[in-house]
């Protein structure tokens, strides 16, 4: 799903930048190879979602007319591509880290990705696994993990991002719609179940973070910046 997950981005961005309706040939070009590519694929992974079908159904259709009407496609891949994030991540929330989850705290896949759109989260990213791999350094993991997550959600838009202070850009993001529900519920847990959006983490304190404070944050954090970038 990685690649069905990228290419369908990729494309989104490409007709973002287009006019009311697609004329542009480059793009419709795109819009022909991501359906001779995926069309089967998602046409199986929405089986069972009848919201799913109808949309590839309506990007099929509409595929053939001289113009391509903008508004449409973005909504409808938008659509896809939550669906597809939501099933892949949705249950990574509830699995028990084993030790090959805990290897480094962002995976290299995901840190590539992450490079592509924001180079100075990425270098925090290197940092934090650095910390990660080394001893007694989780204070510093918990640090850079907050710096990450409020940097990573001011990404998401202009309201995120004029609300001051983490708590706030949290509490606004449980209670809007910016999300899909997993990653929602991965936002919970880290705010809820780990110490890294606490002050304790970002101020003077007498409560310093252990190894499993880290351990717990590892997979909704993951989560998270999937979805983001």
Same mark, same amino acid.
């Given at each position: 799903?990685? $690649?069905?997950?990228?290419?369908?981005?990729?494309? %989104?961005?490409?007709?973002?930048? !287009?006019?009311?309706?697609? !004329?542009?040939?480059?793009? $419709?070009?795109?819009?022909? &190879? =991501?359906?001779?590519? %995926? %069309?089967?694929?998602? &046409?199986?992974?929405?089986?069972?979602?009848?919201?799913?079908?109808?949309?590839?159904?309506?990007?099929?259709? !509409?595929?053939?007319?001289?113009?391509?009407?903008? /508004?449409? =496609?973005?909504? /409808?891949?938008?659509?896809?591509?939550?669906?597809? /994030?939501?099933?892949?991540?949705? &249950? !990574?929330?509830? %699995?028990?880290?084993?030790?090959?989850?805990?290897? *480094?705290?962002?995976?290299? *896949?995901?840190?590539?990705?992450i490079k592509k759109v924001d180079n100075k989260v990425y270098i925090l990213g290197k940092e934090l696994n650095q910390n990660w791999d080394s001893i007694n350094c989780w204070n510093s993991c918990g640090i850079l993990m907050r710096v990450i997550l409020e940097r990573s959600l001011d990404k998401k838009g202009d309201e995120i991002k004029n609300k001051n202070g983490l708590k706030n850009k949290i509490n606004f993001c449980l209670s809007s719609n910016i999300f899909g529900r997993s990653v929602l519920e991965a936002l919970k847990k880290l705010d809820n179940s780990t110490k890294i959006t606490g002050d304790i983490v970002a101020h003077d304190s007498n409560i310093l973070l252990i190894e499993n404070d880290i351990e717990l944050a590892i997979i909704p954090f993951r989560v998270l910046l999937s979805d983001i970038f």
């Open positions: 799903m990685n $690649k069905i997950i990228l290419d369908t981005e990729n494309l %989104y961005k490409q007709i973002l930048k !287009s006019a009311k309706t697609i !004329s542009d040939q480059k793009i $419709k070009k795109q819009v022909e &190879n =991501w359906l001779i590519n %995926y %069309y089967n694929s998602l &046409n199986k992974f929405f089986d069972n979602n009848e919201k799913g079908k109808n949309a590839l159904d309506c990007l099929k259709s !509409s595929s053939t007319n001289s113009r391509l009407i903008r /508004k449409r =496609w973005l909504t /409808k891949l938008n659509f896809i591509l939550k669906t597809i /994030k939501e099933n892949k991540y949705s &249950n !990574s929330i509830n %699995y028990k880290n084993t030790p090959a989850d805990l290897k *480094e705290i962002l995976q290299n *896949e995901l840190l590539i990705k």
